[in-house]
């Protein structure tokens, strides 16, 4: 069974950074590429960038290249993203997904979300 | 970036009902090697997205022949029929044809 796990809810304070992670289970890590998607309180999707750890290349968003690093580790089979200088404006749900390497371009699994709220 | 315009915001529907959504993309989601990257999501409350359609009209596993979608370059269609108690939620699609990759704001499926 295919399973993305994230990590867990977060509460942080302005200006710190936090990392979550996303372990997949069920399929040969390597030939999927990891994304993020943000979704902030009651808005919409947006698409934050991708790791793909076989060859360990990241794309980012513009929007969000300097506010999220991606990262993964082959040998546990997780992905990781860490978000820095936080603000009001990061407090969203993160959610992490799959998009296979060879082809098709869509994103057929996904994490259960990992809410994060920055607040003093 | 691409701008992806769903409507409506909002369907009613009545279990039994039909329904259609619209997706219209703000350029050609005609990629270089020929395929469309158009995808059609379903957010029920409380859960994280799932795929539905991929590549503009191919069901993902699972899901039942209620769900089709048609298109092509710039404007793309969602049909449900026979709609269902767990059809209701918010739908999306995607294109991952250009980067940044981006969604459309959403359709909510609520019953009338």
């Known amino acids: 069974e295919v399973k993305l796990q994230q990590s867990g809810d977060e509460l942080v304070r302005p200006g710190a950074s936090v990392k979550m992670s996303c372990k997949a289970s069920g399929y040969i890590f390597t030939d999927y590429g990891i994304h993020w998607v943000k979704q902030s309180p009651g808005q919409g999707l947006e698409w934050i960038g991708t790791?793909?750890?076989?060859?360990?290349?990241?794309s980012y968003n513009q929007k969000f290249r300097g506010k999220a690093t991606l990262t993964a580790d082959q040998s546990s089979n997780t992905a990781y993203m860490e978000l820095s200088r936080l603000t009001s404006e990061d407090s969203a749900v993160y959610y992490c997904?799959?998009?296979?390497?060879?082809?098709?371009?869509?994103?057929?699994?996904w994490g259960q979300g990992v809410m994060v709220t920055v607040s003093s | 970036d691409v701008l992806m315009t769903q409507t409506p915001v909002s369907l009613p529907v009545s279990l039994g009902g039909h329904v259609s959504i619209s997706c219209r993309s703000s350029q050609s989601l005609v990629h270089s090697d020929g395929n469309t990257y158009l995808h059609w999501y379903l957010q029920r409350p409380g859960q994280s997205p799932q795929l539905l359609i991929y590549?503009?009209?191919n069901r993902f596993s699972g899901v039942p022949d209620r769900f089709s979608g048609s298109g092509s370059g710039t404007d793309f269609t969602l049909k449900i029929s026979r709609v269902e108690p767990e059809d209701l939620g918010v739908y999306y699609c995607l294109q991952s044809t250009h980067f940044p990759y981006t969604f459309g704001a959403g359709t909510k499926l609520e019953l009338k």
């Open positions: 790791i793909i750890p076989v060859i360990d290349i990241t």
């Open positions: 590549r503009v009209s």
């Open positions: 997904a799959r998009r296979s390497n060879y082809g098709g371009y869509y994103f057929d699994y």
